[in-house]
């Protein structure tokens, strides 16, 4: 399979990871990278990455079969503004922001006739940021979410599918409102508690945690102003799932301070074997619970 | 070194990990090791572990210069009761609990003139539980929190230190108050995270979760009854941990549905920043952020 001609634009950890990806499996006719700083250029040209590396987006696009947004949420607007005139009607634009609601009003009405869009999100990353984070096996075991909506051309769905599964993803298909309720879920919620959690235990955890807490909040390593972008863009179904959390967590407070040993122990015990089973079934379920 | 005649009480994940830290490194003259079932005491037969087994604990402990109780929080007191008759009054009795207040009220009446007692927690473990998850090096690294009170012999804290330090322990003392409230903070509301984490985002995770997600919630597969027990006898302090990260977690909220983008943007990015911050320094100064 071959994609002919792929942009990435904005060669951090995912769209870096992206390249590597596409030049290793010989997916891609020209490879075409775009970053607005030169040093982030230089990087990839030390690596070795076989593309073709300008400053200047539309130059990117120009030929592209495929155009990947790799940019941060709140910088995609403004560089699809920059690129629309100089894609080609039949390219395929996705993104890789960990929003989609946002992203798709943004972005659907400035590409509209201009090219074949559909929002993705690969659920694949790291705490570490940048092109230097970047590895050509990411993806691979990963699922990818694309998010058409009601005016998604069925070939656009198609070739984004083909496209993130030829680099090892596995794809799932929700509307851009599911996906942005079901990851507030399990990558923006547990972003938070890590943070709070850290916040609230350094003093104690600096000198006596463990590998336990080492784990619970690696996340919490992550870069700041992306977090704060993707929580912002995605803030009603983060709070509505913070608020589910909340209620839960004060029921177990009030059998912790509650006179009723008995009752404590079975309503405990309930909670955590559920959790335990639950778990137990992700890690058969799910590829990357088995990957370390 | 040498710690004379070792007996090990209960040969799970941490006995089992004490025994093989002793065996490789020699530093027990004898090693004995006692476990109620006779399927345990097979196993640790076949592993080869070169150690007296036993089906009776006051046998294990007859002429023991150090006991190590590594049995339930629950059955401590109970099996303290069988063996005191048989310590010899020179003998150090520790345990490795996850929980020191209740544990050091129970005990240390018990074995009051009968032997040298003083209570540990090793910061080591895993979700995993049993002799067949022990390793020699399970204590590399890791932090020993030892909590002597004011009836605690000198001698007592001075051997505990060197019993841990010797198989790759770094040994801090606490009361066991204070060992309970910080252990609340960074093990016990950690563990009660995760577990409320995955119970809630079960049916999107199962499909869709990344690596954040899996370590996040790691420590939820560990064993229910066992966590059932470390929360109940430590519920005081687990309850106020709770508390805490609710109102933190219930100030996020409100900013999250605030009307105010600019001044979300700034609370959430100076939380994210600090947290972030913290995590690194853990990274910095604690040795097992390190190791994976």
Avoid at 14 to 33: F, K, Q, Y
Avoid at 57 to 63: C, F, G, I, L, Y
Avoid at 175 to 204: G, M
Avoid at 230 to 240: C, E, G, Q
Wanted: proline share 4%; with cysteine; glycine share 8%.
């Amino acid at each position: 399979m071959n994609f002919g001609t792929v942009a990435i634009l904005g060669p951090g950890l995912i769209g870096g990871s992206l390249a590597l990806a596409l030049a290793e499996r010989g997916l891609a006719e020209r490879l075409m990278i775009y970053a607005r700083s030169p040093r982030a250029l230089d990087a990839i040209r030390t690596a070795g990455v076989d593309a073709e590396l300008t400053g200047n987006p539309s130059e990117a696009v120009r030929d592209a079969d495929v155009v990947v947004l790799c940019v941060p949420i709140e910088a995609m607007a403004g560089l699809v503004h920059e690129i629309r005139d100089a894609l080609k009607p039949t390219a395929l634009v996705t993104d890789v922001g960990s929003v989609k609601g946002s992203v798709d009003r943004d972005l659907a009405p400035l590409l509209d006739d201009r090219a074949l869009w559909i929002g993705s999100h690969p659920m694949a990353g790291s705490e570490q940021a940048g092109f230097a984070a970047a590895r050509a096996d990411l993806f691979e075991g990963a699922s990818v979410i694309i998010t058409p909506t009601q005016h998604t051309q069925s070939e656009a769905k198609r070739r984004a599918e083909q496209f993130w599964q030829s680099i090892g993803g596995t794809v799932v298909t929700l509307t851009p409102e599911k996906h942005d309720l079901h990851v507030a879920q399990i990558s923006h919620l547990p972003h938070l508690l890590a943070a709070a959690l850290v916040n609230q235990a350094f003093d104690e955890a600096r000198e006596l945690a463990g590998g336990g807490f080492r784990d619970t909040t690696r996340v919490a390593s992550g870069s700041p102003e992306l977090w704060t972008e993707i929580l912002l863009a995605n803030s009603k179904a983060v709070a509505l799932q913070l608020d589910r959390i909340m209620s839960n967590l004060s029921a177990v407070e009030s059998v912790l301070k509650g006179e009723d040993k008995a009752a404590a122990k079975s309503i405990l015990f309930e909670m955590l074997k559920r959790a335990q089973h639950s778990r137990s079934k992700m890690t058969e379920s799910n590829p990357l619970f088995k990957k370390r």
